[in-house]
């Protein structure tokens, strides 16, 4: 009876290891993508490989929504809004126009800035303007201002943030001395702070001031889970339901890396040497039950120039010698194969860089923003999307369906050059 008591407390233990072992394992689990050592490794990727379903949404132009620039995006079930200089706009799912709300300025309800752009599921429309919180219902009527929000003391500021739920925010503190002690904060409207996320990238620098790119971070959700990606950090993170972040992809850049030492030079400095295009950084990642798809500035490793340099009517600045050094990476989470887009030279900038379009012959597509699970979507410049479809690459290119060949020719042919952008909406299989 004592062997079979022993045996039984054993095999207790046992199960309770293992049950343990795989709980950690589920919160710790750490995929690493090996981007130095693929950086050659560029392809022709065909958009019929993942997908055929393009849709094309071109944003009603009117004399209250007329912009060329999309400054900033959200969609949210049947509601899509962007903001134009000094104002934010609302359009439902097909592009119509609803309406126009928001004033800049000093008053009491008005803002300086506008950015972090969000919709919260009990339909609150949600902004920052340098450290202060706005809320507008979905009918772009004003409802508060909370001061000082993103101010959390000197010196320690959330630049860029999410939702997290109708009154948390994910927010990400740029590292201004480089020895900033939290690299994110879960805050409420008021600016408590309810989690800090200890942050272990330290160095020295010659002053205390980010530059641009240390505000930089971006959030999407997915599966459920809200992601959270810092530009100078190599590890993409999940919020879970416990509020941890739990790290899911690092991505090696290796030689290519910016050194610590140079993000501690003066910006003066380091503006004067240009330097940043020595080294490759990653803009965004997004993903797919099957991918993830990654934006990776490749600088002056950027294998495709134009044929004719643009230049400037300014002698003294340098003609532009590139479309964009941006590359897509696509990396199979199942295989743990990375390969990148071979890109194109080419003047043409809606040929030059992302997944090849052979389904209507449309622009190669390169995500800038998360819809939803499957769904991803970039905006075209109407004046750009003209003249790709009056292009040898559009006339000349292959489609796999012929009629959505002819309905995204017919739809440049209705816009005319100073139309409002368009979005191009892929959902993946």
């Not at 039950?289 to 340098?318: E, H, M």
């Not at 990148?340 to 012959?361: M, V």
């Amino acid at each position: 009876m004592k062997i079979l008591i022993s045996n039984i407390l054993c095999l207790f233990f046992v199960i309770l290891l293992f049950s343990c072992s795989g709980k950690v394992k589920e919160i710790n689990t750490l995929k690493a993508v090996d981007i130095e050592s693929n950086t050659d490794n560029m392809q022709i990727i065909y958009m019929s490989q993942f997908t055929d379903d393009i849709r094309y949404v071109p944003l009603e132009t009117n004399d209250e929504a007329a912009f060329s620039f999309i400054y900033e995006f959200f969609k949210a079930g049947d509601k899509i809004i962007t903001t134009d200089l000094n104002s934010l706009i609302l359009y439902d799912s097909n592009g119509r126009f609803i309406l126009k709300f928001g004033n800049k300025g000093r008053g009491p309800d008005e803002y300086q800035f506008k950015s972090n752009l969000r919709i919260s599921n009990d339909n609150k429309i949600y902004f920052s303007s340098l450290y202060d919180l706005f809320e507008y219902d979905i009918n772009g009527r004003f409802e508060k201002k909370y001061s000082n929000t993103f101010l959390i003391k000197e010196n320690y500021y959330i630049s860029s943030w999410s939702l997290v739920e109708d009154s948390l925010f994910l927010g990400h503190v740029p590292n201004q001395t480089g020895q900033i002690e939290f690299k994110a904060l879960l805050v409420n409207k008021y600016g408590n702070i309810k989690q800090s996320y200890k942050n272990y990238i330290l160095f020295n620098r010659v002053r205390p001031k980010e530059s641009g790119v240390d505000q930089e971070s971006y959030f999407y959700r997915y599966n459920g889970e809200l992601f959270y990606k810092d530009r100078n950090n190599d590890t993409l993170f999940a919020l879970d339901n416990q509020y941890r972040l739990v790290p899911r992809y690092s991505f090696n850049l290796g030689k290519f890396k910016e050194p610590l030492s140079k993000r501690g030079e003066s910006m003066l400095k380091r503006g004067m040497s240009n330097d940043r295009m020595n080294y490759m950084y990653l803009n965004s990642v997004y993903q797919t039950v099957d991918y993830l798809f990654i934006s990776c500035s490749f600088g002056n490793r950027f294998p495709a120039k134009r044929l004719t340099p643009a230049q400037f009517p300014i002698p003294t600045i340098n003609p532009v010698l590139y479309n964009t050094t941006n590359a897509l990476g696509i990396y199979n989470k199942t295989t743990c194969e990375l390969f990148f887009c071979k890109p194109t030279s080419t003047d043409n900038p809606l040929f030059t860089s992302g997944i090849y379009n052979d389904i209507d012959a449309g622009p190669r597509f390169m995500p800038e923003a998360q819809v939803n699970d499957s769904t991803m979507v970039m905006w075209v410049p109407a004046n750009q999307l003209k003249d790709h479809v009056a292009s040898d690459d559009f006339n000349n290119g292959t489609a796999k369906y012929p009629e959505k060949k002819r309905k995204l020719k017919e739809l440049a042919a209705r816009l005319t050059e100073y139309d409002n952008p368009v979005l191009m909406f892929v959902t993946f299989k």
